[in-house]
């Protein structure tokens, strides 16, 4: 008997592109602590007082009393500009790093800054004034400028009445482009007309303890080819960059000690690797698992 003719197994050619690295301006150098930025809050409140008067007066009328801080008068009605600062009393400061570096006895850590106990400060370009009354603190976080209406008391505490922030401006239309260039895959042969395709890869989440590897270990085999029926497979092979974006690290990887070392992410456990790149080169699948590797300085 004559034996039957085996299919030989089909193999699909991953195109390769033009790259060039652009993301240099995004890279963090070095660590400067001594930046501060009250100037930038400063020309941020100067910018936009012209158009938050403007809406306010639209919203309380023109004839609304406008006040800077220092020319407030104890139970007058009126309005000022400002910029907020939340004081928060859980927010992290440097008293809990100092115990940490001196072996003292570190502060608990918290699972959130906010409270109930979260006060809210309305600043301009000379003083600042504590904010009560008919003001949402939740809904407010240090940075926002806004206008507030209503009266200072004897307290010296400003009871807000109602707010108002500046209007968002219509965007300006994104600009076309007069060709796709996503479409134009430089291979072997000079440039063809295929799909060209990038995957963005979010929220792996590594170094958490405990988790479970398999939804990465999947992904990683799906795109190198080592999963998939014939469909897929040929699908995934158009995939030619992989950009893990976002929350790629879990908040367990926070710790000083880690952060001073380069942590290489081989808990994907690949094992039979060099097994794995033989088989991907048959396929001419270039490995990718080399996008798992993360360093810090």
Known sequence: M???????????ERPSSLYENLSSRFQLQDRNF??????????????????????????????????KLFELKNNEKCCIVGTFYKHMELKPNI???????HNLIPQPKKNKYVSDSDTLILEDELQ???????????????????????????????HVEDTCFMHLNQPAPFPTLEEDRSMVIWGHQGSTS????????????LG???????????????????????????????????????????????DKTVLNTKVVFAALNF???????NHCARQRFPILHTMMKFSFK
Not at 194 to 205: A, F, K, Q, W
Request: hydrophobic share 35%.
């Open 95 to 101: 008293l809990q790093e100092i115990s940490e570096e």
């Open 271 to 277: 094992r039979n690797t060099r097994q794995r790149e």
């Open 128 to 158: 600042r004034i504590c904010l009560v009354g008919n003001i949402n603190i939740q809904k407010a976080c240090t940075g926002m400028v806004a206008a507030v209406l209503g009266e200072e008391k004897e307290s010296g505490k400003f």
């Open 208 to 254: 958490q303890e405990g988790k479970n590897l398999m939804g990465l270990q999947l992904m990683v085999d799906l795109i190198t080819g080592q999963l998939g029926s014939q469909e897929e497979q040929e699908k995934y092979s158009k995939v030619i960059r992989v950009i893990l974006a976002g929350d790629g690290l879990s908040y367990d990887t926070q």
């Open 34 to 67: 001594q930046r501060q930025y009250a100037h930038l809050y400063c020309e941020r409140l100067l910018t936009m007082r012209k158009n938050i008067v403007a809406g306010a007066k639209r919203k309380w009328g023109s004839d609304v009393i406008i006040r």
């Open 2 to 12: 004559s034996e039957m003719p085996s299919k030989e197994p089909i193999t699909f």
């Open 194 to 205: 295929e799909n060209l395709v990038n995957t963005i890869s979010p929220g792996l989440g």
